[in-house]
């Protein structure tokens, strides 16, 4: 599968869609704390190694062996420990115009100009002008995310809402 990754200042918008194309096409390469954090969880067979790389197995159909479906949603199994890579898919934040077009894909951050690019195979990209929230909000997230100093998401994943909190009761007698 060919890859064409867009400069940000293409793109308007982007939202998870909860469509699974990113847990199927692509394999999922582990750092060593991300491998021993899902082997100490779930099992060495839930990984895979290849020359010199750690992954995540994939299914027989080819997805990843944590993606679940949910009638419509394909959702993550590993949500609460999320490996790198898949917090930041489908964004590239780099520190070099590594797919050109570096006049679009610079962003300003903390003094530094970074490159941030898009998988265009993403189906939760909305080509256009970029609105204020993803240029100020969902963008600066994947990048506090891609330098570690961010580890929660909130604009970088699928707001399905089914999960909610409990509302914590009180006795009144």
């Given at each position: ?6 400069p940000?200042q293409y793109?308007a918008?982007?939202?998870c869609n909860?469509?699974?194309?990113c847990?199927k096409?692509y394999s999922?390469v582990?750092n ?5 954090n899902i082997?100490k ?7 895979a ?9 994939r ?5 990843c ?6 009638g419509d949603?394909?959702l993550c ?7 790198g890579?898949?917090k ?11 797919f050109?077009?570096?006049?679009e ?10 490159y941030?690019y ?7 990209i909305q080509y256009?002008?970029p ?15 891609a330098?570690?100093?961010r580890?929660?998401?909130q604009?970088s ?5 089914l999960?909610?909190?409990?509302t ?6």
């Amino acid at each position: 599968m060919g890859m064409l990754f867009v400069p940000w200042q293409y793109i308007a918008d982007w939202k998870c869609n909860t469509c699974g194309l990113c847990c199927k096409a692509y394999s999922v390469v582990l750092n060593f704390q991300e491998w021993l954090n899902i082997v100490k969880n779930y099992g060495a067979e839930t990984t895979a190694t290849g020359l010199n790389k750690l992954y995540l197995r994939r299914k027989s159909d080819g997805s990843c062996i944590f993606l679940y479906k949910l009638g419509d949603m394909h959702l993550c199994g590993l949500q609460h420990m999320k490996p790198g890579a898949c917090k930041l898919w489908p964004f590239k934040i780099l520190a070099s115009p590594k797919f050109g077009y570096a006049r679009e894909a610079a962003y300003p951050y903390l003094g530094k100009i970074l490159y941030v690019y898009a998988d265009s195979t993403c189906t939760g990209i909305q080509y256009g002008r970029p609105t204020w929230e993803f240029a100020n909000q969902t963008l600066k997230e994947f990048i506090e995310l891609a330098i570690g100093i961010r580890s929660d998401q909130q604009k970088s994943k699928a707001n399905i809402g089914l999960i909610q909190q409990p509302t914590p009761l009180r006795r009144i007698f």
